[in-house]
DNA sequence: ATTTATGATTATTA
DNA sequence: TAATAATCATAAAT
């Protein structure tokens, strides 16, 4: 970094240097032109690379000299002239950056995310989402889900300390350069324009740098995410109580075990876990029950039993007859045994 | 360390 | 298109 500002400067007063140039480009083409030339040539390499071994003192010196040289406003004008003759030419390459689309999506995700976005509040809508898509397994997914929120506040951290140290790296170059072109504009024509072209190319370069940590960190999050959220990857099992309520369903309906879209909904609410969730789970159960009805022998008692005592004493209670709508028992007692009725095929 | 249980996913079927 | 059957990946039990 401290040797850019160095050769730059050394650069402008070489060029200011060698007025001695000029007279040589605007003759003709002699046949010992070309010569002249190759050794003009070859004497400006030799004064630039004699330009990088001076002293800085040196060549402030030199600079101070050639600023006080009374010729100096004389040939700034001429150098002026000149320029507004070939500044045209350069005006053709403006081109206007578009807002980059990449760039655009990797920000919408890091706010999404809650990595850019305002610091720690619990409600961050990331934060919600993240809670609605481990299901709602209430208990068990607070720790985990602390974990989760640790490890993505670890990430924001990076982020913003690298963000920040980018941009100040930015400033300070963006400043020195500025300050670099200020002093040269003193011996020769730099307009603001030029120099708001030169700050903005230095963006740009900084906010590609800046793009590949906001991509790395969207990396980083997805891998997070995947790892924490992918609920086939952590497989929680349902509590208790929700496992209770959905075999206490299964086995009561056991001739016909295919809860509605309705009852669906119903038994999720219960047990606090998604429609599909409950879907799955009754494909699982129809499946592995029908597989091995002789496993489940005994769960099936169990349940029946319970339905029965649950029975008993809402009707013991008063009003209703019975709680299941369709009770898989006829008689009104629960037949604790396998049924070969079934409708499961 | 292995085995079993279990929730989710995927391919197949009717 | 929902149910089944097979399979995956992990939790829990042994």
Redesign the pocket.
């Known amino acids: 970094m401290d040797e850019q500002p160095r050769l730059m400067h050394s650069h402008g007063v070489g060029m200011a240097g060698h007025p001695g140039l000029a007279p040589h480009m605007q003759d003709g083409a002699t046949a010992a032109d070309g010569e002249a030339r190759k050794q003009d040539i070859g004497d400006i390499l030799q004064q630039i690379m004699t330009i990088t071994d001076q002293s800085l003192d040196e060549a402030q010196a030199r600079k101070h000299a050639l600023n006080c040289h009374r010729m100096k406003p004389a040939l700034f004008n001429v150098l002026c002239e000149i320029k507004e003759k070939t500044v045209l030419s350069i005006r053709g390459a403006q081109e206007e950056e578009p807002p980059d689309a990449q760039l655009m999506r990797l920000d919408n995700m890091l706010l999404a995310e809650g990595v850019s976005g305002p610091e720690k509040g619990g409600g961050s809508a990331a934060a919600a989402a993240a809670a609605a898509a481990a299901?709602g397994a209430g208990s068990?997914n607070s720790a985990e889900h602390s974990d989760y929120r640790a490890k993505l506040s670890q990430i924001r951290q990076i982020y913003h300390t690298e963000l920040e140290k980018y941009e100040q790296a930015c400033n300070e170059f963006t400043t020195h350069v500025m300050n670099l072109l200020r002093e040269q504009s003193r011996t020769r024509p730099i307009s603001p324009k030029e120099i708001e072209r030169m700050v903005s190319i230095i963006h740009r370069k900084f906010s590609s740098i800046q793009m590949q940590l906001k991509q790395s960190t969207c990396e980083a999050v997805m891998i997070l995410r995947s790892r924490f959220l992918?609920?086939?990857?952590?497989?929680?099992?349902?509590n208790k109580q929700?496992?209770e309520i959905?075999n206490e369903y299964f086995y009561s309906h056991l001739s016909n075990?295919?809860?509605?879209?309705e009852a669906k909904e119903e038994l999720a609410k219960k047990c606090s876990?998604?429609v599909?969730?409950?879907?799955?789970?009754?494909?699982?159960?129809?499946?592995?029950y029908?597989?091995?009805i002789g496993?489940f022998q005994e769960e099936a008692n169990m349940y029946a039993a319970k339905t029965a005592v649950n029975a008993a004493n809402a009707s013991a209670h008063g009003s209703q007859a019975n709680s299941p709508s369709t009770p898989n028992s006829a008689g009104g007692y629960p037949s604790p045994c396998y049924q070969s009725d079934r409708?499961?095929?």
């Not at 075990?257 to 879209?261: K, L, T």
């Not at 409950?278 to 699982?284: C, D, Y």
């Open positions: 299901g068990d992918d609920a086939r990857r952590k497989r929680r099992n349902f929700a496992t959905l075990p295919y809860p509605s879209e876990i998604t599909s969730q409950v879907s799955n789970w009754f494909g699982n159960k129809r499946i592995r029908k597989k091995n496993k409708r499961i095929q």
